[in-house]
């Protein structure tokens, strides 16, 4: 399974942006979702996770502003991102779990501009 992420860019304070993540193969072999962000010289931060069964959980930093969604017909999982801040600049990653393995995407950046 090969993940690609894309929808990074650059945009104001306040801003929106949406990330996708393509994946290879029928999106109901991966069971759990996940979108990580990470900056230069820190570990990757979880941002949103969405489960098989639906459910969505999201880091605390992006409560309320961020909205992780899934579809299944297009094997897509978006990471919709608004009232954007320049604490939210980083290089954004997709990630996608099963039973066997882990998945990851590569990188898109997003930067916000004050």
């Known amino acids: 399974v090969q993940l690609q992420a894309s929808g990074g860019g650059l945009a104001q304070a306040g801003g929106s942006l949406r990330l996708s993540c393509a994946v290879s193969r029928s999106i109901l072999e991966i069971n759990t979702m996940h979108w990580y962000r990470q900056t230069p010289g820190e570990q990757r931060e979880l941002v949103a996770i969405?489960?098989?069964?639906?459910?969505?959980d999201y880091a605390d930093s992006v409560k309320g502003r961020f909205t992780v969604s899934k579809d299944n017909a297009n094997n897509m999982v978006y990471l919709q991102m608004s009232s954007l801040k320049p604490d939210d600049t980083a290089v954004y990653y997709c990630r996608g779990e099963n039973r066997f393995e882990v998945y990851w995407g590569q990188g898109t950046q997003v930067t916000v501009s004050s």
């Open positions: 969405f489960t098989s069964g639906g459910s969505t």
